[in-house]
């Protein structure tokens, strides 16, 4: 398969994301060039390493970077703290680095994330790149220089935009992703059909979602190429997230109260609250009289034909607090003058941001949810 190239344009800044199955076999040469000949240090968790890091560093060798060494933090999203952002520093220090040294970032979302942010600090600024090895982090988070770590507070309260050099997409990774995990990042896929492109979103609903999720190397190859396209063009459009960007947030702010209230302790993935969050968002513009009953009914029935949550009793039979979820909602980065902006649509294709939202609504939507009423 050939490798199909898409440019995230912010000027100086701008860099090219590289897609394609066996990506990371053929990024050798492209990773040298950006070192200068010079070793990079790899930064991935236990489980990528196991199965990924050998064709990484066969890669690296093959472009004359022998010996490449690699951190390996633990898995998953408990490892987004400042606990380990401080020994990650402290191991990367210890290598010897320079201004010059260039991190990549071989892993999922919690990988890139942390990498991204200690890149973004150390020796005052480091070059870095991405190899996203899945589905969530190909097609989304490897994606716009968004880097950081959770606090008690909140997801992602602490970190800096810190744009990659290069994103490399091999798309066979997802050959070793559990199925759980490639569900939860398709629930990012579909977003962008929800927020920008209606006729993906059919083609989504009508196969191309179990082709995708059944791994056929095309479907692959599409899905990710069709979430880049859209994302690069919303991020070259306002980096910064002063506008249009705030739209890929779409079912987050729900999302990410119901993944603060489990703690972040992986009972949750991120995608499968998005998932959840995406419908109480589109429940919340169908109130608001912004968008018609049937919108939001063909997500639900299409999130549950491919498997995944629509309900927060889908997430966990746990009692959810109202208050404590809606708590949540208020620390969220989208928060203004105390007041939250929605990420609302009026239709499949069409989304926009709301402040001002009545809070007896967002507190309606969420209780009908938590009882089951939706
Ligand atoms: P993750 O990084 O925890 O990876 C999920 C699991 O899959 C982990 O156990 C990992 O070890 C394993 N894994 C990764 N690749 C594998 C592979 N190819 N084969 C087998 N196992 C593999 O989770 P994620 O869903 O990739 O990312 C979630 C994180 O991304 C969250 O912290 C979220 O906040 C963040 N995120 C960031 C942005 C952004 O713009 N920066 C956007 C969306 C999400
Ligand atoms: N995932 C949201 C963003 O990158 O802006």
């Known amino acids: 398969m050939t490798t199909e190239t898409v440019r995230v344009e912010l000027g100086a800044r701008s860099y090219d994301i590289l897609i394609g199955a066996g990506e990371t076999a053929r990024a050798g040469a492209r990773i040298a060039e950006i070192t200068g000949g010079r070793p990079p240090v790899i930064v991935t968790d236990a489980n990528v390493a196991a199965i990924h890091l050998p064709g990484l560093r066969a890669s690296l060798a093959g472009a004359g970077l022998s010996d490449v060494p690699a951190i390996v933090l633990p898995a998953g999203e408990g490892t987004k703290t400042f606990a380990h952002l401080e020994r990650l520093c402290e191991d990367v220090l210890a290598l010897g680095v320079e201004r010059s040294t260039v991190l990549i970032a071989l892993g999922g979302g919690v990988i890139g994330d942390i990498t991204g942010f200690a890149a973004s600090i150390l020796l005052r600024g480091l070059d870095f790149i991405q190899i996203p090895t899945t589905l969530l982090s190909q097609v989304d988070s490897s994606v716009g220089g968004k880097t950081g770590i959770n606090t008690a507070w909140g997801k992602n309260l602490v970190g800096a935009f810190h744009q990659p050099r290069l994103v490399v997409v091999d798309t066979g990774t997802l050959d070793t992703l559990p199925k759980r995990e490639v569900l939860a990042g398709y629930a990012e896929v579909v977003k962008y059909g929800l927020i920008r492109d209606p006729a993906f979103f059919d083609e989504l609903a009508t196969g191309e979602a179990e082709r995708l999720i059944a791994g056929e190397p095309e479907a692959r190859r599409r899905a990710v190429a069709v979430s880049c396209r859209i994302k690069a063009e919303i991020v070259g459009a306002d980096e910064r997230e002063n506008a249009d960007r705030a739209l890929l947030n779409l079912g987050h702010t729900f999302g990410h109260a119901f993944e603060a209230a489990m ?90 941001t709301q402040r001002g939202v009545d809070p007896a609504r967002v507190r309606a939507v969420v209780a009908d949810a938590v009882a089951g009423r939706v």
């Not at 429940?283 to 608001?288: P, Y």
Request: with cysteine; aromatic share 4%; hydrophobic share 40%.
């Open 263 to 352: 703690g972040y302790d992986g009972r949750v993935l991120h995608g499968e609250a998005v998932a959840v969050g995406t419908i109480l968002a589109l429940d919340l513009s169908v109130r608001l009289g912004l968008c018609p009953a049937d919108d939001p009914a063909r997500v639900r029935a299409h999130f549950r034909a491919v498997g995944l949550p629509t309900t927060p009793g889908d997430l966990s039979n746990a009692e959810w607090d109202v208050d404590e979820l809606l708590g949540h909602m208020t620390r969220d980065k989208k928060v203004k003058d105390g007041r939250i902006t929605f990420i609302l649509t009026r239709g499949v294709g069409t989304a926009h």
